[in-house]
């Protein structure tokens, strides 16, 4: 799919290549996936997506990444300033 859209994707205007982060649930059956429980009766699995505006995969220094206000994990901010990873 990557290479079908790639050529006919708009390109953007920034420097540095940009990304989009989400996350998601997608609920299971906690009776069949035990390992997934998300609430005390419910289960879910936590889907983390990067959307890449450029077609590059990896986070590398310089990179700029765009987050919605969902998707808060402190420490994982941390990580990617460390890396020189601006969001």
Not at 66 to 80: I, Q, S
Request: charged residues 20%.
């Amino acid at each position: 799919m990557l290479s079908k859209y790639q050529p006919v994707a708009p390109k953007h205007k920034f420097k540095n290549p940009l990304y989009g982060i989400n996350a998601t649930l997608i609920k299971v059956c906690l009776s069949l996936f035990n390992w997934a429980k998300f609430r005390t009766t419910k289960g879910a699995v936590k889907l983390h997506v990067k959307l890449n505006h450029s077609g590059y995969l990896p986070l590398e220094p310089e990179d700029v990444a765009v987050f919605d206000h969902g998707f808060v994990n402190f420490a994982w901010f941390a990580t990617l300033c460390e890396r020189n990873i601006p969001g």
